[in-house]
């Protein structure tokens, strides 16, 4: 076993907020996205997907099939969307001030709630959308809730690497221009991953300076920018986050993962516990496999592959399974649970002949996303042609006709709500 696997601390999994309640909450209630895409109209589709004013947003809710945001409370919701709206404080006027109607929540929240929310919300979009890093530790002070339910959040930058905003705005946009320059190779959503997986690997490294006094506080190894840009140390939430990231830009599904990882002991025994972070990967066959780049990017050595894709019943080099030394429980901040999907059991097996006359890639790219729901409404209105191999791969449900139902069945293949 890897020495690393001691040393693998997110402190964010200890981090607390500065008051937090224990409070349960119900399901929201809200629609799936199975029940929305089974009742999308034809009208919507045509005009929207086909002109291709709506593939930006549908890209992410179709083509990750998978947001946290889905798995905390209403209340935390709320606050979610407006960190989102501003840019986690970024683009908020003035800068890292989020002002938030929760008057649709209740107006006498308690304050153990309010703090209880903010930490839901910050979980869920530090690892939904990971450029927003400095929501690692949640560095925000309650400066008003009252009457109509206004609640204010300010930023505390004493919590933060950064000394401004324009630190951080400056280190944002080198983590997005390092993210859109990652150069992959591979024809098909296998060998994207395995490129992303290996190029990584390739570039960062363990960081040698986490000890017990670095925090999130006084360190950006956490983040993923310190796995993208020099001197590229990392631990492993920068792995997670930056492999998400690169993942999220070409349109592959992917999110982050918060829990535990076991080690074993000089006796071979698995109870070292230290927090840990990795990844899940949706592939075609709509099942979710586990990758920990972390513990797969071995100093001076080519990466290994033992948790590369893997299922929950897969076992490393050392015989132990994926779920004996891996415990996704979602804490990542005190008193919040994130969710995550049901992860295949077996490891993913790459069949190269999958991906030849794969039913639903009209455009011939090795899988089936939106791009290929676009393409059957562009030739149901008549903006594009098929040849015969694009209208058989098109035509899904095999009616010898392609219509709305095929669009609709691609769409249902990008967010895996049906098996084949």
Not at 175 to 191: D, T
Not at 209 to 214: C, F, G, I, M
Request: hydrophobic share 35%; with cysteine.
């Amino acid at each position: 076993m890897k020495a690393k696997r001691v040393l693998s601390i997110v402190l964010a999994l200890v981090m607390i907020c500065s008051v937090f309640s224990t409070a349960a909450y119900a399901s929201d209630g809200e629609k799936t996205l199975s029940f929305e895409i089974e009742g999308v109209s034809k009208d919507m589709l045509v005009k929207k997907y086909a002109a291709g004013g709506y593939e930006s947003a549908a890209k992410y809710a179709l083509g990750t099939g998978y947001k946290l945001y889905d798995s905390i409370p209403n209340d935390a919701k709320a606050i979610y969307r407006q960190l989102e709206s501003d840019n986690a404080g970024l683009t908020s006027s003035p800068r890292g001030t989020i002002k938030i109607n929760m008057s649709s929540y209740g107006k006498n929240l308690s304050e153990s709630a309010i703090a209880t929310a903010v930490c839901y919300a910050c979980a869920a979009l530090s690892d939904d959308k990971p450029e927003y890093q400095w929501l690692l530790n949640a560095p925000f002070k309650v400066e008003y809730y009252g009457a109509g339910g206004r609640l204010e959040l300010k930023t505390d930058m004493s919590q933060l690497p950064y000394k401004n905003w324009k630190e951080i705005e400056k280190e944002y946009n080198n983590l997005l221009n390092a993210v859109n320059s990652f150069k992959i190779s591979g024809n098909n959503r296998y060998e994207r991953v395995k490129s992303i997986h290996d190029k990584l690997a390739q570039r960062a490294s363990y960081s040698k300076n986490l000890n017990s006094t670095v925090s999130a506080v006084n360190s950006k190894i956490f983040y993923p920018s310190s796995a993208l840009l020099s001197p590229y140390e990392t631990v492993c939430d920068g792995y997670a986050k930056a492999f998400k990231m690169i993942c999220d830009r070409y349109g592959i599904p992917c999110i982050v993962v918060t829990g535990y990882g076991y080690s074993p002991d000089i006796f071979g025994l698995l109870i070292i516990k230290e927090g840990h972070t990795w990844n899940y990967v949706k592939m075609e066959d709509g099942k979710w496999y586990a990758v920990d780049l972390t513990w797969d990017d071995i100093p001076g050595s080519l990466p290994s592959y033992d948790y590369f894709l893997a299922g929950s019943q897969t076992r490393d080099s050392d015989g132990y399974a994926f779920s004996r030394t891996h415990d996704p429980v979602g804490d990542r901040f005190k008193n919040t649970y994130l969710k995550y999907p049901q992860m295949s059991s077996s490891k993913y097996v790459y069949d190269p002949s999958v991906y030849l006359n794969m039913p639903g890639d009209v455009n011939g790219d090795g899988e089936v996303t939106i791009v290929d729901a676009k393409w059957v409404l562009q030739s149901i209105v008549k903006i594009r042609t098929f040849n015969s191999d694009q209208a058989s791969k098109a035509d899904v449900n095999g009616d010898l006709e392609i219509t709305i139902s095929d669009a609709k069945g691609i769409l249902a293949l990008v967010v895996g709500i049906n098996s084949r």
